[in-house]
């Protein structure tokens, strides 16, 4: 199963890391360290679902993939 890729960064203008989740418009999350902001992110991501779950809207397959990790096919 796979699951959603997510983007963790430092960011100098927040002074801190930034967690986001391509996939899931606007889901991202700050941490002062990168296991914070992944942690923080993983609770953003159950709660983006089941607001989206809850409004009747749909809910996007994981599908993102950084070109690093996509084959030359």
């Known amino acids: 199963m796979s699951d959603y890729h997510i ?3 430092y960011s100098d203008e927040d002074g801190g890391y930034i967690a986001d989740i391509p996939d899931l418009q606007a889901c991202s999350a700050f941490g002062s360290t990168p296991e914070q902001a992944l942690a923080e992110v993983e609770q953003a991501k159950a709660a983006w679902i089941a607001a989206a779950q809850e409004a009747g809207k749909p809910v996007p397959k994981p599908r993102y993939r950084p ?3 996509q084959s030359a096919n």
């Open 7 to 9: 983007n963790i960064f």
């Open 67 to 69: 070109v690093i990790y």
